[in-house]
């Protein structure tokens, strides 16, 4: 969530891939915490904190903000103010950064990314069992997804 090549990604092809492959059915998109710092693992955290209801508009929230609060002093301070947007108390989302149960979860994912698909950067996307390391355009994505749809849904 740190990544200047991830929110680039979700900001600007995102929306694209979204409207013309999720939204109609055809391709299942799963965002996988991959946090490489510290910063990262607190915005994982503050999302999930927030419940799944409010993952997408707070992931979408953290993205188009990076720039705003991913190098800030007070990296925390923003994430907190995002959670409040999203109707989330500042000591639910406290409690949430001390439990090292709750972020066990988070970091497993990254493990198990790591371990069972060779995921080393951000952004990586896993398309049909195969790795595809870097930021994929529309037309990149496009074309590797499909070959994959049922013959009708192709064009």
Same mark, same amino acid.
């Given at each position: ?14 929306? $694209? ?6 939204? @109609? ?15 990262? %693992? ?9 419940? @799944?209801?409010?993952?997408? @508009?707070?992931?979408? %929230? ?9 190098? &800030?002093?007070? @990296? /925390?301070?923003?994430?907190? $103010?995002?959670?409040?947007?999203? *109707? ?9 950064? +001390?439990?090292?149960?709750? %972020? ?5 994912? $990254?493990? +198990?990314?790591?371990?069972?698909? *060779?995921?080393?950067?951000?952004? &990586? ?11 994929? &355009? ?13 013959? /009708?849904?192709? &064009?």
């Amino acid at each position: 969530l740190t990544c200047g090549n991830c929110a680039r990604f979700h900001n600007d092809i995102f929306p $694209r891939i979204k409207a013309e492959f999720i939204e @109609p059915g055809l391709v299942r998109f799963l965002l996988r915490d991959f946090p490489l710092d510290r910063v990262a %693992l607190d915005a994982a955290a503050m999302i999930h904190c927030a419940g @799944p209801e409010r993952f997408e @508009p707070l992931v979408t %929230l953290v993205y188009a903000q990076k720039e705003n609060w991913a190098h &800030s002093p007070d @990296p /925390r301070a923003a994430l907190r $103010r995002f959670a409040a947007l999203a *109707g989330v108390a500042g000591e639910r989302v406290e409690a949430c950064w +001390a439990d090292p149960a709750f %972020l066990r979860p988070i970091l497993e994912m $990254r493990q +198990a990314a790591e371990r069972e698909h *060779g995921v080393n950067a951000t952004p &990586s996307f896993l398309i049909n069992g195969r790795i595809h390391r870097g930021v994929l &355009s529309f037309e990149q994505f496009s074309a590797l997804v499909r070959p994959l749809l049922p013959p /009708r849904a192709r &064009s």
